[in-house]
Each structure stands twice: as C-alpha cells, then as structure tokens.
C-alpha cells in the first residue's frame, strides 16, 4: 500500500448499491497517502451523498460535465491529466457500456476518453447483467481496445437477493490493487522531513540576525524525496521559493520554531535532513519596541546560543534516520567528519562555501557525502540534479540500516 503515497487517484463512483463501500475505498487511499477527487454520476449521488465524498476525501466533488463553477476550479480536462491512476468503483454494467462504446455523455465517461492513465475498473452489477453477453462483450471490446484494469468482481449473495458474480470487491482490496498498479520507490511509503533556509532571530519587532541561505537545496531535496516515492514535509524558513507540488510544508522563522516543528514530526518521521543554514546564535532579549539610535558609536549585542536542531533529533530515542549538512571554507571534509561524529549522524554532505559559484545562493552545488564507513564526493551540477543524486545515495544508506534493524516495509 505504501506505493500510493502521493499518487493521484480519481475514484468514479456509478449508480449502484456498492457505492456505500466507495465510502470506505475513498478512506482507505487517503490513509495510504493517495491524493482522491472523486467523480460521482448522478445515479451515484441516489446511493450516497456527495458531502460524504468530500468528507473523507478532503477535496470537492465533481458531478457535472457542464457546470461553469467547476470548470472554473478545476477543468474536465485538467482533471484528467491530474489523474496517475482513474478507479471506477462501483462499475455499473450501463457504464461499462458508455465506456466500450467511447461515449463521452457525462462527467466520468469524458474524463475516461480524455486522460492517459490507466483505468481501472470495479464492477458490481446483478449476477444475471454480469453474465450478459452484452455485458461481456463490452468488457471484451474494452480490454482490446484501451489499458483498462478489470478488479473483480467477486462472487457470492448480493443485495437483490441473487447469488453469483457481480460483487464488488472489498475496499481493502482494491486498494491493494491499485497499489500494484505503481511500482515501488527508493522512499515508498517513507516520512522525510526536511528542514530548509536560514533562520531569523529577532532583534526587536523590525530587526533580525540571518544568514544568506535561499533554501534552493532544501527545496530541491523535498522534491527529488517526493519523486522517490516519500511523504515529505519541508521546514522551512523565510525563502522566496514556491512550495512543491505536493510536499508539506510548515513556515517557520526562528531556530527555536524549526526545533518544534522538528520535534513534532519525531516518532512518525523516517528520514530527517537538516538542509536549514539555522543561526548559531540568537540575541539574548528581544526588545519589546524597536530598539532607538543612541549617542553612542559602537553598540554591542549579546548573544546566547541557539539548539542545535539536528543533534536535539540525534539525540531522541525516536530518533529517525539523520542526515546532516556542513557548510565549511577549509578543510571541509576533516571538519565535516568532525561534526558526523559529535551530532551523533548517519550522513553529513559536506559542501565547500569558499568555492564561486556553488554553495549559499547559487543554482549549483558540489559536495562530499560522508559516512562512518567513507566518503563520496558529488560533483558539480545544478541544485535539482546533485538532490536526485543525493537522495538516491541517501536511500541506499536508509534502506540498507532498515533492513539490518528490521525496519524494513
Ligand atoms: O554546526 P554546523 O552549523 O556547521 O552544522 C551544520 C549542520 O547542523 C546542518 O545540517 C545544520 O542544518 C545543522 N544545524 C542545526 N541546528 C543548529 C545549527 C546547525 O540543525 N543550531
């Protein structure tokens, strides 16, 4: 099931008394990670409310080909390139019908003629419209003709007081099935936290102590965690960078918040990456008002310590998997080794801040990534390019200490 994380599943439901369970189907993606719009014909909405749909899928319903308020939120079209994956669930045998014979008539039957992704089918039907040759021929017709998926259906009493095949089959099930339909990920199913920018440690309310960090590593290590098939929710601190499609992200300023939400996610996070530049130091008091020009030529600021966020989540017996990073001007490997060992980390990607063009601010990057074992270095390339490498080598070093500690999904 972890293989749904992230995925998008637009779930059809057609008229039939199996649409109750698509109540449960829609819960049960949703608590495998999977993002669900659902699609519901009119005879759906007979058997179950719309509300209750959107309830459990947190997303709107949609209902109508031709409703200029829908298509003003999100098009016909847009929705099924959104679509990795359409499920029909329950399947009527007349919609199979409209199916095989290309209609596009309504709502779900045009979302099926115009997206690419696999569909898949869950019918439930009366035993005897199952065994209809029509009914098979359709489902014939279909299999030939585009990449349908057929889930059943099972077989035993129905609703009408028949037995024999048209069952739908159980939620549980079809969710399994649908998970098989997407093939596992170096991170599938996994927690990555992330934390990503500078900090801001305030002075008074108009003033801060900060750093020059644009948070383009961070952001671009959540976005290749997320195409390796992870949940992943970024912490991140002041940047001027769009949030990526769908990853999390808590919006933070200081390094005591970073700290908090950092140790809020501790117990259900896998795979924690301090990508943040946090402040060393914070002043000792913010002043309540901005603090005024004085006679004096030299003002002197005090300073206190500020946690540090990636040893506190080393340090926690829930501790997750720990990647630090180590931005240093010389001796950069010596030194990263240093801190590997003293914050108690399973990796630190050593990068070297002296050399132009790569480092704080810059689109390129080169590093070095360090275990107890030995190092690696990365050469240099452009952010998103070395944070697919990075989390690729990451995952080996994760997958390997989840196997030995029989973590392992
Ligand atoms: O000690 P130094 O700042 O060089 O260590 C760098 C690593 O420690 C980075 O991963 C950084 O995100 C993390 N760090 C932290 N909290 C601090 C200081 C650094 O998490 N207060």
């Given at each position: 099931m972890h293989r749904l994380t992230n995925r998008r599943i637009l779930l059809g439901i057609t008229g039939?008394?199996?649409?109750?369970?698509?109540?449960?189907?829609?819960?049960?993606?949703?608590?495998?990670?999977?993002?669900?719009?659902?699609?519901?014909t009119p005879a759906a909405t007979e058997f179950i409310t719309?509300?209750?749909?959107?309830?459990?899928?947190?997303?709107?319903?949609?209902?109508?080909?031709?409703?200029?308020?829908?298509?003003?939120?999100?098009?016909?079209?847009?929705?099924?390139?959104?679509?990795?994956?359409?499920?029909?669930?329950?399947?009527?045998?007349?919609?199979?019908?409209?199916?095989?014979?290309?209609?596009?008539?309504?709502?779900?039957?045009?979302?099926?003629?115009?997206?690419?992704?696999?569909?898949?089918?869950?019918p439930a039907m009366n035993q005897a419209m199952w065994r209809d040759p029509r009914t098979q021929q359709n489902l014939e017709r279909l299999q030939k003709s585009i990449d349908i998926h057929l889930f059943g259906p099972g077989s035993g009493a129905q609703a009408c007081g028949d037995t024999g095949p048209g069952r739908m089959l159980e939620p549980d099930e079809i969710a399994r099935r649908c998970a098989d339909q997407?093939?596992?990920?170096?991170?599938?199913?996994?927690?990555?936290?992330?934390?990503?920018?500078?900090t801001r440690e305030a002075l008074d309310p108009v003033r801060y102590i900060s750093n020059h960090s644009s948070g383009k590593m961070g952001y671009a290590l959540a976005e290749a965690a997320r195409d390796a098939g992870a949940r992943v929710r970024l912490i991140?601190?002041?940047?001027?960078?769009?949030?990526?499609?769908?990853?999390?992200?808590?919006?933070v300023e200081s390094a005591q918040q970073m700290l908090d939400a950092s140790l809020a996610e501790l117990g259900p996070c896998d795979l924690f990456i301090s990508a943040a530049a946090v402040a060393d130091y914070r002043p000792v008091a913010v002043a309540e008002h901005k603090i005024k020009k004085g006679a004096e030529e030299i003002m002197e600021l005090r300073l206190t310590k500020n946690p540090d966020?990636?040893?506190?989540?080393?340090?926690?017996?829930?501790?997750?998997?720990?990647?630090?990073?180590?931005?240093?001007?010389?001796?950069?490997?010596?030194?990263?080794?240093?801190?590997?060992?003293?914050?108690?980390?399973?990796?630190?990607?050593?990068?070297?801040?002296?050399a132009a063009g790569i480092g704080f601010n810059s689109d390129e990057n080169a590093v070095t990534l360090i275990s107890s074992q030995g190092e690696q270095v990365l050469p240099q390339t452009q952010k998103q390019q070395l944070a697919r490498q990075l989390i690729n080598r990451i995952a080996e070093y994760f997958n390997e200490q989840a196997k030995t500690s029989g973590k392992d999904s």
């Open positions: 039939g008394i199996a649409a109750y369970k698509s109540a449960e189907l829609t819960r049960q993606l949703k608590t495998a990670g999977a993002d669900v719009r659902v699609v519901m719309p509300l209750t749909l959107q309830a459990l899928s947190g997303n709107p319903v949609h209902l109508q080909l031709l409703n200029p308020e829908a298509e003003a939120g999100m098009g016909h079209i847009e929705l099924a390139k959104w679509a990795d994956l359409v499920l029909v669930a329950p399947a009527s045998a007349d919609f199979i019908a409209r199916l095989a014979a290309g209609m596009g008539d309504d709502l779900l039957t045009t979302l099926c003629l115009a997206t690419d992704a696999p569909i898949c089918l869950a997407f093939e596992t990920l170096a991170l599938s199913g996994r927690y990555v936290v992330i934390t990503a920018g500078p991140s601190g002041p940047v001027n960078l769009a949030v990526p499609d769908r990853v999390e992200c808590v919006q966020i990636v040893a506190t989540v080393a340090a926690s017996p829930k501790r997750p998997f720990t990647v630090g990073f180590a931005a240093e001007t010389r001796d950069v490997v010596h030194y990263a080794q240093d801190k590997l060992k003293r914050k108690n980390l399973d990796l630190i990607v050593a990068n070297d801040v002296s």
